[in-house]
């Protein structure tokens, strides 16, 4: 086993990886640019390495110096954790010749999966079913008007090398196709440095569901459930659960096979996720799932499978990487409960999610029974403009779906933050709403039921400034003495996010 891992990430996800070092008793490492020299996980690793300034490109995406801060401490492997560097396949090789070991897939699955083109063609000589679509890239948008023809309105243009929404439109008819095709070009370009596009048949209401799998370096492999994903804003996840309400034990055996066939197809080892569109609209006659895309890495989304299942899936990771053997077959996985997660984001829901960065001058983060927060802040640390403004993940575990969504409830309440806007009071809506209580999800939930509309002020701004003045009301000697007489009461106050 490694006795040292060097974590080529920042914010919370780092934070969850250090965390599991800690509980295998290996020492972990972290990097850090400019922007997060006082970050929650420079603190809590045993060595920290500076590694550029706070432009991503020149720190947290800089091969060079993130495989020389690994030389320099030491470490055995490197886990990229998930965005930046996760599936970079040049990354992954690079780490391989320096001598260290990437936790996560090869270089070649990486290469394989990472483009859409590519990983279509491959799925479907797989016998997993896609999306209908072009087999080819769209060069100019004539190629792309004759491929929509032959496709049919509305289409998808997408980024062959894309994700997380970057490089996608909409196109209903031909004007659409027109004033979409280059922008979307463009958008991918500058995302990911490849403008190549293609088209795929647009679904009206789909739900996205996605399989988590865990495969070793000596063939073994398993699914563990499924996630339903889709309650989203511009492509992006906001909400995650498991399992979908919408999945039957007989589609969830469908959907995990065929995950593992895509898997196998480009011999993946480690954690991974392959993603599914499920179409059950009414124009629909037999509900159909297709491929999306399959993600080579650890999911943002992994803490509602954790819960669930029971299994730690950055310690199997790890594991994994060292050449061990997977502990569990198929017949061992068990779905207890369900768990659901929320995306606390500093970002203000008012403004169509504008990215709110700033000093977080209260986090009071929630718990009690069934709670889990996955934070990478605390009060006193500033969001960076530089990066993606995520704040936390606060995940809800319960009996049953119901059981999960009133303990989400309870903590969304229980959760304060001063100084920045969040999209708290956002999910209270949300989780509120009795499609959602139903399971009537797809991805244009949000929309559809005017969510955002009428979305009230969040308390962030005035809670410290609340707490302020019930601490100086309880500190004036007239009032405070009396009453604290009369009730028996044992006073406590709150104030600048700490208990006195």
């Known amino acids: 086993m490694f006795k040292k891992i060097l974590i080529a990430n920042r914010g919370e996800i780092a934070v969850r990886i250090i965390r599991a070092c800690r509980d295998m008793e290996i020492s972990p490492v972290a990097v850090y640019s400019d922007a997060d020299r006082t970050s929650l996980h420079v603190r809590l690793a045993d060595e920290a390495h500076f590694v550029g300034p706070a432009r991503a490109s020149e720190s947290y995406l800089c091969v060079e110096r993130l495989l020389d801060a690994g030389k320099r401490s030491g470490a055995d492997a490197i886990h990229p954790g998930y965005g930046f560097l996760a599936e970079n396949a040049a ?9 260290l070991v990437f936790i996560g897939p090869s270089a ?3 290469e394989r999966m990472g483009s859409k083109l590519e990983s279509r063609r491959i799925v479907a000589a797989a016998g997993v079913p896609t999306i ?13 008007l004759k491929a929509a023809r032959r496709i049919g309105f509305p289409v998808m243009i997408k980024a062959s090398a894309g994700g997380g929404g970057k490089g996608m439109r909409v196109a209903r008819n031909k004007d659409d196709l027109k004033s979409s095709f280059e922008t979307a070009r463009g958008e991918a370009g500058s995302a990911f440095d490849d403008s190549t596009i293609y088209l795929e048949k647009y679904i009206e209401k789909p739900r996205h569901i996605e399989v988590q799998l865990l495969g070793d370096r000596h063939g073994g492999m398993i699914f563990l459930g499924e996630r339903e994903c889709s309650i989203q804003r511009r492509h992006q996840k906001l909400v995650e659960e498991c399992p979908s309400p919408a999945v039957t034990p007989e589609l969830r055996e469908q ?19 392959v993603e599914f569109l499920y179409d059950a609209g009414e124009e629909v006659s037999v509900p159909s799932f297709y491929f999306l895309e399959m993600n080579t890495r650890l999911q943002v989304e992994h803490p509602v499978t954790e819960m669930t299942v029971g299994i730690d899936l950055v310690r199997e990771q790890i594991r994994i990487a060292a050449g061990e053997k997977l502990e569990w077959s198929q017949q061992d996985v068990r779905l207890q409960g369900s768990a659901l997660q929320c995306r606390i984001y500093a970002e203000d829901p008012q403004r169509d ?4 960065p700033g000093l977080l001058e209260t986090v009071f983060e929630p718990s009690g029974p069934g709670i889990r927060n996955d934070c990478g802040v605390y009060a006193g640390f500033e969001i960076p403009l530089e990066y993606d403004p995520l704040i936390s993940k606060l995940i809800a575990h319960g009996k049953d779906r119901s059981e999960a969504i009133r303990r989400m409830r309870r903590a969304l309440a229980e959760y304060k933050i001063g100084g920045v806007k969040t999209t708290i009071s956002f999910f209270e809506r949300l989780l509120s709403h009795p499609a959602f209580e139903a399971g009537d999800l797809h991805t244009h939930f949000i929309e559809q039921h005017g969510i955002l509309e009428g979305e009230p002020e969040s308390c962030d701004e005035w809670f410290p400034c609340a707490a302020a003045a019930i601490y100086r009301f309880l500190e004036n000697e007239s009032t405070r003495p ?5 009730e028996g009461v044992r006073w406590k106050t709150f104030y600048r996010g700490e208990w006195e």
């Open 108 to 110: 070649s699955s990486i």
């Open 353 to 356: 999610f504008a990215p709110s």
């Open 91 to 99: 990354f992954a090789q690079a780490c391989k010749d320096a001598g």
């Open 482 to 486: 009396a009453v604290a007489k009369s």
């Open 255 to 273: 959907l995990g096979r065929a995950a593992m066939a895509v898997a196998r197809a480009v011999d993946y080892y480690n954690a991974g996720t």
């Open 132 to 144: 209908p679509g072009s087999d080819d890239a769209a060069q100019d948008w004539q190629a792309a």
